[in-house]
């Protein structure tokens, strides 16, 4: 395995040369047949290391002393074709075998002469950004944009009248880099890797060219999987129909490897689908997922593999079916199975990503100390940021950003650490900064926003931090899909945010738009499907009018406010509401009805152990009865 | 065979036999001449004596008539109004019912441009508003023509449009030009604000604070449910005196069936309450029925009493003796289902309150409501208020609940006891 890329001092070349020469008999033998090619390689394991990066150049030239090359020309091919195997190559450290593909194009186009040889040259840059597209080394980003300007030369000369599958073939490629790139709008990137495999699919007709075509399909289905513009549950339907016509081909007995990784990107759109029955959906996802294992198997194709292990350990942690232990067993199970190739060194953002995966899975915990848990789970959120930064990887790094934020805002309820909020409300505010807008990143960033600035709200009564959760919920309601499942968690913060709102701007005299606010939370709680958050916009509602002297409509929202907390058995909102009502009956003077309702208050606060209340009661109560034994004197 | 002509001659004679020269009872009181509200107008001397003693203050003053829809808050308007003008006849009295999406004080810039036919401004401000005027307006215009010197053009072309921008100060700059004419004062009465969503109407009574507190009397109407406590506070508030009207009592109801039968009776306008002819077509037993099932709710009144005439009329009788009586009411209920035309959700509520015979906020079950796809008593508050306001429902007179319950009217479904 590899151990770095240092520079040693002297370069020994010859078991390198000899190792390239049998390669080169191998293939040329085999007429690059790639089962063959592949064999080779894997027995041949332990020559695949630095010294032979290192030496690429230098056998080159050694190579033109060679008779089975005739020229600069022919080794630059050769060197190409090496290329290409070697990228597509499973065993061994894939970062490594990137680097060397990477380096034999590189060192074979400084040989080869675009106006002469165009095609092999149009070959190289391709594979050259193959290498690129997928390299671990190096900056992410720069590399992105290093495999895209390789695409676009290929294209000028591989051109679509001339070249037809070639240049299917680049922009099929080029559709799978446009959707991982950093640089550049995101929601234009997206846009461009469908239109580039729609492109491809001009030329791969299914009947002619089944495999290209499903291909293709496939890259259509994780672009659209990932599209930020139109309908975000119409697009995982496209996402879906795509990867199950990739399906059609890629039978499972012929094409083995593309069946796999066709079955992998249909479960990816099966965890994200907004239609249809989640829990079944998650099914699915799990059940495409174990097929896709069957074929990518550790031994195999292990870098697969544990992608496939991390996707898996999704499913399962967001999987209702089934008992809840056992599926966290399994998710835990599949993360370490994971990490078990996607070591910090090797596989540094694939790394990162399953860590910042378990991370949640420790901040949603709800097993063990909870406190230990998000501890656990802010570690590890640290650990992320490492590799996730801003400047590298934005997008993944926001959401770890998100993430984190969310686990101390858990953090903050459970030990009233004000700063925990305010770091979340300023890493959300960051993450925002670089989350696309209309993203899912986007939407639960501005979702947790509005939830960290209420519940700051709690602690230090700010309006504005009110004002600001307010307008957060919006954003993200506006931007959410109506259908998504998830719209009626944020659907329900928004008017419960108004209520509050609403009655802390009745308590300050802008009463007209504090009580709007209130009457708008209640006409949308009404309709949702949490009746205690209702019950509870009555109430303030209620408040709100007796702090106005509106008897009539304050004693109309406490009854029914009394009548939904007694309905979900609600003690604490049974007695504020009985409170309520009856001191308002007895400011409008009915005052045996309203002793009546104070005295069930008393009764109900005692039960729940409210000294402070009791005691509020027990006063309003005394002076009430006095009042009445006055009225009694005065009539007699 | 039966002409048109034949039967609209035996549709009059059929009111005739009634000893009617028409039927007295109409849904709205706007319809009616001054003359004839004046006859009919029953009752609320309490409430006129409370107005009245304002319009002796020096001061201008604000009046506020709130009660339940139907319960004659535009006929009191309407007779306050009508008193006035022979009363006053230096006062210019005016009348509008709030137009929508207009605020209050274009409102009253309208309903006192509308009376001042002679004053042009007032007049230019109608025709821009788009309102028929008497005069056709033409803007004057002149050129001069510079080549020709000494000579001038004049043409003149239609004026455009303008709202104003301004309309509290554009009122007070009319009221001003009104008041050379009537020294006596401007009275502006605007009704129908109740027809507004409470919480526009209050939006808008906040933001016509400047007229109000300006050169006019104000005589406004509205729902008791629209206006919260900070507005009923004479204090703080912008009303110098807050009117409740509410149901008539039974004498008031049956005084006020003989004012209207009087006013339509063909030879025979006899008023003496103890004289049996005074409810004639009625026999004085089904008059006081009548008048408990109109439980003293004036339009309630009216709509029933059309319908029981209209029956009594196609039964060809000549009296409404008490069977007569409850034919009619059992034809009023579908009649006033028919015109409310309720919606499915306000149909349910009916049935409801139709099987339990009242329904409160007190005493409601959750099930009930579950049972009509809500969670509380406010959501459904307002059907409750439509069905009262199409009379198929009245308000129990209770202040610590809000309670309704059905007009008591017999059912359609019932059936001749033998």
Known sequence: MAKGFGTPQSIPTRDATKFMVAFAKCYFQSKGDQDTVREFLASNLTKLDESLLEALPMIFYKLLKNPIFNSKENISAFFIAFGSSIYIFPLGSRKLNLEISITACQVALRSLQRNQFPSEWAAGQTILANGYSDRIQGDRADNIEKAIAAYELALQVHTSDLFPTEWAEIQNNLGLTYSDRIRENRADNIEKAIAAHKLALQVYIRDVFPTEWASAQNGLGNAYLNRIRGDRADNIEKAIAAHELALQVYVHDISQEKWASAQNGLGNTYIDRIRGDRSENIE????????????????????????????????????????????????????????????????????????????????????????????TAIEIYQQVEQVFTREALPYQWARNQGDWAEALIKQAALTDRNRSLDTAVDMLKGALEVAVPGSPDFIDSQYRLGTALSRRFEQNQDPQDLQQALKAYKTALDAISPEHYDRAKIWQALPTTQSVLGSRLVREGEWQEGLQLLLNSVRLLREGDDPLAHANALYQTARAHETLSDWDNSRLYYRDALRLYDHLKDESGIAKSRHGLGSVLVSQGYLAKGMGELQKALNLYQQIHRPDKVAEVESLLQTVQQAEQHMQKVAV | MTTADDIFDQSQNNIQRLGLKEIPFTESPIDLESETLQRIFTGREAELRQVFNQFQSRERRRILVYGRIGIGKSAFLLEVLSVLRRKRPKMLTTYISLPANLDLATTALLAVAKEMDDDDWAQRYLYQLGIPTSKILKERSSEISASMGLGAKTSEKDLQPVTSQYPTVSLDILLERAQKKYPDGVVIAIDDLDKRNPSEVRQMMHDAQGMLKGDAWFMLTGHPMGITGDLLTSERGLFDLQLKLDELDQPTTYKMLINYLSSARIDNDCTDQGNPRCVLPFTPESAATFCRVSLGKPRLFNRLGNTVLSKAADLEVDLITPEILHEGLKAAAPTLRQQAALSVQEERVRALLMKRGEISDETITFEDLEALGVRSFSDILPLLERLEEADLAHQLDQEDVKAFAPIPLPSSEETEST
């Open chain 1, 284 to 375: 699915k996802a799990i059940l495409a997922y174990q097929l896709a294992l069957k074929v990518h198997t550790r031994d195999e194709f292990p870098t697969q593999w544990a992608g496939i292990q991390n996707n898996l350990a999704l499913a399962y942690s967001d999987r209702t079916l089934g008992d809840r232990q056992e599926n966290i067993e399994q998710t835990i199970k599949a993360y370490e199975l994971s990490l078990q190739i996607y070591k910090s060194k090797s596989f540094p953002e694939h790394w990162a990503r399953v860590q910042h995966n378990i991370a949640n899975t420790y901040r949603d915990r709800v097993q063990g100390e909870l406190t230990s848990n998000l501890d």
